[in-house]
């Protein structure tokens, strides 16, 4: 199996935990307060980031269309500034914006 191959799945895997992880919440004040499935989806962001860190350059620049810089950013903010973190911004990826990121990876990885 390639890199690019590995890492996308990798990711893909991440974004697949965290779903499962946060579906029985109806709200962050709710996910928030069960520390166990919050840091355990705290993790897999995490996991994105490193992965997102080991892509080639090259292309993440042909991919653009992926915030790569952004997601790789949020993981730092999780790793280095964990008890600043906001449940209601972590609410809003996983609700808004994590199915859209699954849908483009297995895109890539259909690509591929």
Known sequence: MNKTRFE????????????????????????????????????????????ISRLDHSYKVHHHEIPWQKIKDFRNIIAHDYFGIDADEIWGIITNHLLPLGEKIAQLLDDL
């Open 8 to 51: 996308l799945l990798s990711i893909q895997n991440a974004i697949e935990k965290i779903t499962l992880y946060s579906q029985d919440f109806g709200d962050a004040d709710d996910f928030y307060h069960d520390q166990k499935s919050f840091d355990a989806c705290m993790m897999q962001f995490v996991v994105i980031g490193e992965a």
